[in-house]
């Protein structure tokens, strides 16, 4: 018999030869570990990790590309990913925290971030106190000496109300506080949230970022002394992006400018469409003159976003007839993606708010968010009008 060692074959026979090939895109690295041609080698990684490779909870390339892509949206020093958003504030609050600690938190953050101040860290002895949209910077000003960073999101879901980060950073930077903005619904099209002071800018990269509804992920961008600190945090909790979705992002990352401005336009275009029709009782987009905030919103931001809410007269039955009528805009949570959107805050992101709580964040049982994706804004008009017919 002719014996062949199938064995040492199967696993190094053209292994590494397509390293050197010109791709025009980054190849998705699968590889968990990576060799060392020598001792030398292995001992300098220990010295200086940036460009060599270990392990991929620790770094991977194609994670890597992703990160310098993000870096570079942002004006960033650097950049890290996540498997998910709430991987990344948990990260970062992580890294920015530590018993005895006040986190103030803007108390119209994301419902899980809430959850992830309240029902984790309080466990660890940080004390959450909870911070007024409208009063952000006053309250990093009169902050107590155990404040040691503030948490909050612009624009807000879901009635888009828009902060002046930079007065926000400024009032943080005199107090030594640091300021983590989650710049989600703004995306780095809309806001150059470093550039107006902010230490850290955190993203669910699964929205905008990626912009296909096929990504769960997430981002944390700033000076490499502060993301360093948050890299430590990745390495022992585990929350590294996976490679094959690091290869969405950075495809969803080439063409979030063109889709961005397009969903502005977009956005703008249905506001004011819905804005004044019989059956709508208010309209919120930043980019409305109607808005609350709608001055500062066109000093800060390129676009008003791809996200608006509006409320239907009468209340949840009506809300729910027109949510139910919507041909092409699907019933769907999420937002940032090439689809339209629609969800009712009072059975989705705001099932268990009081009347009370929902006057605070501004919205009412008749209210629905659409996000806007990429259809022909013409249809997308047309079946939010079709749909209020049946309100
Ligand atoms: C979706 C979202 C998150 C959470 O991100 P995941 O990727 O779902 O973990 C955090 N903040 C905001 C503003 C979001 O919209």
Redesign the pocket.
């Known amino acids: 018999m002719n014996q062949k060692r199938l064995g040492t074959l199967a696993v190094h026979a053209g292994e590494g030869e397509t390293l050197a090939v010109p791709s025009t895109t980054t190849p998705v690295y699968l590889a968990t570990t990576y060799r060392f041609p020598d001792a030398a080698e292995a001992a300098a990684y220990l010295e200086e990790p940036e460009g060599r490779w270990l392990y991929s909870r620790l770094e991977n390339p194609t994670v890597r590309a992703a990160e310098k892509k993000i870096a570079a949206l942002e004006g960033a020093e650097a950049a890290l990913c996540f498997s998910?958003?709430?991987?990344a504030?948990t990260a970062t609050l992580l890294a920015s925290l530590r018993a005895g600690d006040a986190l103030l938190l803007c108390d119209t953050v994301?419902g899980?971030?809430t959850r992830l101040a309240r029902d984790v860290l309080e466990r660890f002895g940080v004390e959450v106190r909870p911070v007024p949209l409208s009063g952000l910077a006053e309250a990093a000003a009169a902050a107590p000496a155990g404040a040691k960073a503030l948490l909050f999101?612009t624009p807000t879901?879901p009635t888009l109300r828009v902060v002046d980060v930079a007065a926000v950073a400024v009032a943080c930077r005199r107090r030594g506080i640091l300021s983590l903005l989650?710049a989600?619904?703004a995306s780095p099209v809309n806001l150059q949230s470093l550039a107006l002071g902010v230490d850290l800018v955190m993203h669910?990269t699964?929205?905008f970022l990626n912009g296909h509804s096929d990504h769960?992920?997430?981002a944390v961008a700033g000076r490499r002394e502060l993301v360093d600190r948050v890299a430590a945090v990745r390495r022992s909790t585990g929350g590294n992006l996976d490679p094959a979705a690091a290869y969405d992002l950075i495809r969803g990352m080439k063409t979030l400018e063109v889709r961005v401005l397009r969903q502005n336009d977009t956005a703008l275009r249905l506001a004011r469409a819905l804005e004044g029709h019989p059956k709508v009782a208010w309209v919120r987009y930043p980019f409305l003159e109607s808005h609350p905030d709608h001055a500062l919103a066109r000093l800060q931001l390129r676009g008003g976003g791809g996200v608006l809410s509006f409320s239907v007269k009468g209340g949840y039955g009506p809300v729910a007839r027109v949510h139910d009528a919507l041909g092409l805009v699907a019933r769907a949570s999420?937002?940032g993606g090439v689809e339209s959107l629609a969800s009712i805050p009072v059975i989705s992101s705001h099932r268990h708010a009081s009347d009370a709580e929902l006057a605070i964040q501004g919205i009412d049982r008749g209210t629905i968010r659409i996000s806007v994706g990429l259809e022909d804004p013409d249809d997308v008009v047309a079946d939010l009008l079709q749909a209020l017919e049946q309100a």
């Open positions: 998910s958003g709430m991987a504030i994301y899980q971030t999101e879901n989650d989600t619904f669910s699964t929205k769960l992920g997430g999420s937002l």
